[in-house]
């Protein structure tokens, strides 16, 4: 069996000297999948991804991305490893113009960025018609369109979303899902945390059930939407 192309591994942590949240989890992610982080408010699901990402220290486990122990390596340096990560909030330069945020996200590169910005504008037709405009005058869903675009910029391997359908409309975060599938279907591997638990399962090729820090259950995401147990505690019934 070879290792999934990413992977957080019993990965045990907190914030500077606090308490420990994460106790042993893990997440794996394959090249090209979706995988998908849910469970109950204070969970550590949005700590399990900055864990992966670098902003906290941990105390035991590791993280692998395609082969390679990055888990002493600053968020900075996982970035350049092709890394990419959209946190929840403050996540646009609300002052630039839709066209300087994408820019921001080209920073690390040395390479003639255009043609992955015309991807961007394909992905998300709104942003081109809206590219001269302020970041901080556009709807929260089209806010989450450009913190994702400026995310693709870097060219990642591997797409972190944190909460990226949080106080959107329902249509919107059914758009943004779809836009979703699509970036996954060209190779990049995605890790999303979560609330709308039931419509992130619908798309995840795999995924996590955290409770207070460790891994409650894991599987498809048609299997967990199919359990029982899952169901009853976590989706509502």
Same mark, same amino acid.
Request: glycine share 12%; charged share 25%; aromatic share 6%.
């Given at each position: 069996?070879?290792?999934?192309?990413l992977?957080?591994?019993?990965?045990?942590?907190?914030?500077?000297?606090g308490?420990?949240?994460?106790?042993?989890?893990?997440?794996?992610?394959?090249?090209?999948?979706?995988?998908?982080?849910?469970?109950?408010?204070?969970a550590?699901?949005?700590?399990a991804?900055?864990?992966?990402?670098?902003?906290?220290?941990?105390?035991?486990?590791?993280v692998?991305?395609?082969g390679?122990?990055?888990?002493?390596?600053?968020?900075?340096?996982?970035?350049?490893?092709?890394m990419?990560?959209?946190?929840?909030?403050?996540?646009?330069?609300?002052?630039?113009?839709?066209?300087?945020?994408?820019?921001?996200?080209?920073?690390l590169?040395?390479?003639?960025?255009?043609?992955?910005?015309?991807?961007?504008?394909?992905?998300?037709?709104?942003?081109?018609?809206?590219?001269?405009?302020?970041?901080?005058? &556009?709807?929260? +869903?089209?806010?989450?369109?450009?913190?994702? %675009?400026? !995310? $693709?910029?870097?060219? /990642?391997?591997?797409?972190?979303?944190?909460?990226?359908?949080?106080?959107?409309?329902?249509?919107?975060?059914?758009?943004?899902?779809?836009?979703?599938?699509?970036?996954?279907?060209?190779?990049?591997?995605?890790?999303?945390?979560?609330?709308?638990?039931?419509?992130?399962l619908?798309?995840?090729?795999?995924?996590?059930? &955290?409770?207070? +820090?460790?891994?409650?259950?894991?599987?498809? %995401?048609? !299997? $967990?939407?199919?359990? /029982?147990?899952?169901?009853?505690?976590?989706?509502?019934?």
């Amino acid at each position: 069996m070879s290792e999934p192309f990413l992977i957080g591994e019993a990965m045990t942590g907190g914030y500077g000297r606090g308490a420990d949240i994460l106790h042993g989890c893990t997440l794996s992610v394959d090249r090209g999948e979706i995988a998908v982080i849910v469970g109950p408010n204070g969970a550590g699901k949005s700590t399990a991804m900055k864990a992966v990402f670098g902003m906290l220290d941990l105390r035991e486990g590791a993280v692998r991305l395609g082969g390679e122990d990055i888990t002493a390596l600053s968020p900075q340096a996982r970035v350049a490893k092709g890394m990419g990560f959209v946190p929840q909030t403050s996540n646009v330069f609300t002052s630039m113009s839709v066209e300087e945020n994408l820019e921001m996200g080209a920073f690390l590169r040395r390479d003639d960025f255009r043609g992955t910005m015309a991807q961007v504008y394909d992905l998300f037709p709104v942003l081109k018609d809206k590219r001269r405009q302020p970041a901080g005058e &556009l709807s929260g +869903g089209q806010r989450q369109q450009v913190a994702v %675009g400026r !995310a $693709l910029m870097t060219q /990642p391997k591997l797409l972190m979303l944190d909460e990226p359908t949080a106080g959107v409309s329902p249509i919107v975060m059914d758009e943004l899902f779809d836009r979703i599938i699509e970036v996954a279907r060209t190779g990049i591997s995605i890790l999303m945390v979560e609330q709308n638990a039931r419509q992130a399962l619908e798309i995840a090729d795999k995924g996590y059930v &955290l409770v207070q +820090g460790r891994n409650a259950f894991t599987d498809t %995401g048609k !299997a $967990l939407l199919a359990d /029982p147990e899952v169901r009853r505690s976590f989706l509502g019934g």
